[in-house]
């Protein structure tokens, strides 16, 4: 396998956890989950995200159900993303909801964001004992992981099909212009997984990438440029801040084009 890898299209998975905290804001069916994923998956996005928290502060456990029906019946071509702390209480809602790929996050219940990848060494058993069950529902499993290729190689050892850098640190480092190191950083780890030893799959050698935490139409070429075969972003704080400005079709199509 050389250094330098193909560009391919990275494909956009729509967050939809902000609007669902819009909607929760009153007691009222709008803005409808439903009709935002409608409007971006006939905009030409790839798929939709969802993180349900314990608390429901966003997404509910019904709109998981929901959006599985709804990407099930019309969407058939379409990506769901399940992402979120693999309690059993999470793994049932997302075994349940046909989730066609489930990244496991390390978020402590109440925290805000997400803001850090695994210690896979530190939390073996438990990442062993979910992706084991995951996989054997015919789920995918990404692990949410820091851009260090010691991170990425624990993931493959513990049979993640995928990993999701945390863009977070990167997002925050683009705002003042001093990015170029963390660039460095996914180049390393990128080559990493391009070179890792699958685990789960030994025949077929590589561990496929999928990034997101902030990342917005200003700072994803940049990453692109070092990453020309990253999979899929899951994006949604920036394109719904865009999405109000230029409407969620509109938002979706201007993020297609720089993911291409
Ligand atoms: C794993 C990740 O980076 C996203 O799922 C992000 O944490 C979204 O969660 P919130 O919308 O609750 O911030
Ligand atoms: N996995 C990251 C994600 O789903 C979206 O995060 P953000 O764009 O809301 O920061």
């Known amino acids: 396998m050389s250094n330098q890898s193909a560009a391919t299209a990275t494909k956009l998975s729509v967050n939809l956890n902000a609007v669902a905290f819009l909607r929760n804001r009153r007691d009222m069916p709008w803005p ?9 998956l006939d905009a030409g996005a790839h798929g939709i995200t969802v993180h349900p928290r314990p608390d429901q502060r966003h997404i509910r456990f019904s ?59 530190q939390n073996l058993d438990l990442l062993q004992g979910s992706i084991d069950a995951l996989r054997r529902n015919g789920q ?12 990425v190689l624990a993931a493959a050892e513990v049979g993640a099909d995928r990993v999701e850098f945390y863009t977070g640190p990167y997002a925050a480092l683009f705002e003042g212009g001093q990015h170029r190191a963390e660039l460095e950083r996914f180049s390393d780890a990128a080559q990493a997984a391009r070179h890792a030893c699958h ?13 997101g935490h902030d990342l917005t139409l200003a700072n994803f070429p940049a990453l692109k440029a070092v990453l020309p075969d990253l999979a899929e972003v899951s994006i949604g704080h920036g394109i719904t801040a865009d999405a109000l400005i230029m409407g969620f079709p509109e938002a979706v199509r201007r993020y297609l084009q720089v993911l291409s």
Do not use: C
Request: no cysteine.
């Open 32 to 40: 409808s989950v439903i009709e935002m994923a409608r409007l971006v």
């Open 140 to 151: 995918r499993v990404s692990l949410f992981v820091d851009v260090d290729a010691s991170s």
């Open 199 to 211: 685990n789960a799959r030994p025949d077929t050698p590589g561990l496929t990438m999928n990034a």
């Open 63 to 121: 709109d998981v159900h929901d959006l599985s029906a709804l990407i099930a019946a019309d969407y058939p071509g379409a990506e769901f993303n399940v992402e979120g702390y693999p309690t059993p209480e999470f793994l049932d809602l997302a075994m349940a909801s046909k989730a066609h790929q489930v990244t496991l996050v390390p978020d402590a219940p109440g925290q805000s964001t997400s803001d850090h990848g695994w210690n896979v060494a």
